[in-house]
């Protein structure tokens, strides 16, 4: 459920005084995207009026080693040296300025886990069964598949550099500028595609990587250093277990963008990965309820716009049984059901 969080509660926080309670609750609520512009405009509203409170990561860092140092350094009084009046003001002091330094380090470091990304990206983001299109500043189009994040930077796109940060599965129809400036798309620190002006899918989720080009021309570097250039109707692939590029041709390429149109293009394809390919656009998770079901294959071209329409499709076409609950798709071979 996403709760409200009052703009008091969140300005404590911001000063370092909100409780371990009202904290959980800020992270819980900061979990939903929707939430995040709200935040930010309550934390400019919050720095304009105490701009004493910009946190400097390793200054707080290293007063709060500082304050630790020298309490360590010191001599605690003993209780019968001294009355407790005067201890009792040394001891609100110490952890006064201990709590102090922890709250600007928990702010800091909370702020690093959960905005550096936010901050510096602006974020465009499908769920399951979705499809959108993007245009970005430059003219180029993205069109992001289910299931599938693009972070575009906030500040310098297209005027120093153009690099974008893909998750999932997208195509790109990638403006050329006057001065040639490249654009780069980003999967992680060892695989990113560059480009000038063209147009390819890019599919970057959790079994592995693919490229393949419509238009154009691009590079595929990978492996720290090392780098491919595709040509039109080439497609390289890069599995999880080796992460070694297959290059293939492939005719026609807007098979492989089928599912801008909700469509979904089997060739051949093994029923486990087609079960993948079901969890990665309706997120519902296939199950193969029998090992011999990983020796079945399928071939087609189907529209489906529910996990129900393509398990329909897929139980007619190869005769088996399919249980269907709200994530989840369980495969049977007829036969082994009756046992």
Do not use: C
């Not at 995207?33 to 934390?43: A, H, M, S, V």
């Not at 890019?202 to 691009?218: C, D, H, P, Q, Y």
């Amino acid at each position: 459920m996403n709760t409200s969080i009052p703009k008091n509660v969140l300005f404590d926080f911001f000063e370092g005084k909100a409780t371990s309670l009202q904290r959980r609750l800020i992270e819980e609520w900061l979990a939903h995207p929707e939430n995040e512009i709200l935040y930010f405009q309550w934390l400019n509203e919050w720095e304009s009026q105490h701009p004493q409170y910009m946190p400097e990561t390793e200054l707080a860092l290293q007063r709060f080693k500082g304050l630790m140092n020298d309490s360590d350094s010191q001599t605690p009084p003993r209780i019968n040296d001294v009355s407790t009046e005067q201890l009792t003001p040394t001891i609100n002091r110490f952890w006064r300025k201990w709590a102090i330094a922890a709250s600007i380090i928990f702010l800091v470091g909370i702020s690093a886990i959960f905005f550096q990304r936010t901050l510096r990206y602006e974020r465009f983001q499908t769920g399951n069964a979705q499809t959108k299109s993007i245009l970005l500043s430059d003219g180029t189009r993205v069109t992001l598949n289910a299931n599938s994040t693009l972070y575009v930077p906030r500040w310098g796109f297209a005027k120093t550099h153009r690099q974008v940060v893909l998750e999932g599965e997208a195509e790109f129809v990638v403006s050329h500028t006057v001065d040639h400036q490249r654009f780069v798309v980003q999967t992680d620190d060892d695989f990113n595609v560059e480009v000038l002006g063209t147009e390819f899918v890019l599919f970057a989720r959790e079994r592995g990587k693919k490229v393949i080009l419509n238009k154009g021309s691009v590079k595929v570097h990978y492996q720290e250093g090392k780098q491919l250039a595709l040509k039109p109707g080439d497609m390289i692939t890069f599995n999880t277990l080796d992460n070694r590029p297959q290059l293939q041709k492939v005719n026609p390429q807007h098979v492989h963008n089928a599912w801008k149109n909700h469509q979904f293009y089997f060739d051949n394809t093994p029923l486990s990965e087609v079960g993948e390919i079901i969890k990665e656009h309706f997120g519902v998770e296939v199950v193969l309820a029998d090992t011999s079901l990983n020796q079945r294959r399928l071939s087609g071209y189907f529209k489906a716009d529910t996990p129900q329409e393509i398990a329909q499709i897929i139980s007619t076409l190869l005769n088996i049984s399919i249980e269907q609950t709200e994530k989840r798709l369980v495969i049977h071979n007829p036969s082994s059901k009756n046992l």
